[in-house]
């Protein structure tokens, strides 16, 4: 078997022509998308994909026309988030039609086509360097996925990214350059430590961040109705970025969420309140983008 090394020029493939070809359908595809927000963190466990999943809420019921598409392939949240069963992606006119969730919000994820628990793996020729390999395969499949899914016209597109402070440069060359980031913290030195790296990593792209949102600041006690505090203190990392507010922990609103409920349901819940406020910055701030680029036109 001939390696990657032995192979001269692109061996046949015309590889050049078939990833510009993609490009064009990815471009063609998003085309309807006016803004494509990524939700990123850096960091894992910061409840970053059902904060995702409730800023869609929020979004819907404030009138936008919203999906999900679920970037974190090996993770993937989505779909127990949105409540779909197994899913066939089935080809229609205008690209594969997007699975609903119950709630109304467009969900692609990797959950409703690979059913838990198994693990979504892909299948590796390169044992050497097969962490290389996987990360190639992941934005491959990434790319697909934005090209052949029929996202229709919506004001929002958000993505669901996986944790990795270093990788959420990728993403943005992947989302290209007029997409919006808006990154997760949770109030510990910890979190927003990593959160600061995903700024500076982000610093060097052309990419807007719209803010970022403090996560699980304090929990809500239903018994007394007060928000109690998590952590300890404020924290000492500050962040060179406009904060879109906090949310606090509702284990009510959690256990919603696991089972795919729909946060508009809830409509006294502190958190639900929070993300609301939150959405009315975001839809504002991703607004004043648009004006932005019409000045530089
Ligand atoms: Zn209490």
New binding site residues.
């Given amino acids: 078997m001939k390696s990657y090394y032995d192979i001269v020029g692109d061996g046949g493939s015309d590889i050049v022509g078939q990833v510009e070809a993609q490009q064009e359908r990815i471009v063609r595809s998003l085309s309807g998308v006016r803004n494509l927000v990524a939700v990123g963190s850096g960091k894992g466990g910061v409840g970053k994909s059902t904060l995702t999943m409730q800023l869609a809420c929020a979004l819907r019921a404030s009138g936008h026309a919203v999906s999900i598409l679920d970037a974190d392939l090996n993770g993937p949240c989505q779909a127990r988030l949105g409540g779909l069963k197994a899913w066939i992606p089935v080809p229609g006119e205008r690209g594969v039609p997007l699975p609903k969730a119950p709630n109304g919000i467009g969900v692609v994820s990797m959950g409703s086509m690979v059913p838990e628990p198994r693990a979504v793996d892909f299948a590796s020729v390169a044992s050497g360097s097969s962490h290389t390999w996987r990360a190639t395969r992941e934005f491959t499949i990434l790319r697909e996925l934005l090209a052949s899914m029929d996202w229709g016209a919506l004001d929002f597109l958000l993505v669901d990214l996986p944790p990795g402070a270093e990788r959420i440069v990728q993403y943005a060359e992947l989302l290209g350059s007029s997409s919006l980031f808006i990154l997760v913290t949770i109030p510990s030195d910890l979190s927003r430590g990593v959160v600061a790296r995903s700024i500076d990593a982000l610093a060097n792209t052309p990419n807007r961040i719209l803010g970022y949102i403090e996560n699980m600041d304090g929990y809500y006690?239903a018994?007394?109705g007060?928000v109690k505090p998590l952590f300890p203190a404020s924290s000492k990392v500050k962040l060179d970025l406009a904060c879109l507010g906090s949310v606090p922990f509702d284990p009510e609103l959690a256990a919603l969420c696991d089972r795919g409920g729909s946060l508009s349901d809830s409509p006294q819940s502190v958190s639900w309140q929070s993300v609301k406020r939150i959405v009315e910055k975001v839809v504002r701030a991703a607004s004043a983008k648009a004006l932005c680029s019409e000045e530089k036109a």
């Fill in positions: 006690c018994d007394c007060n």
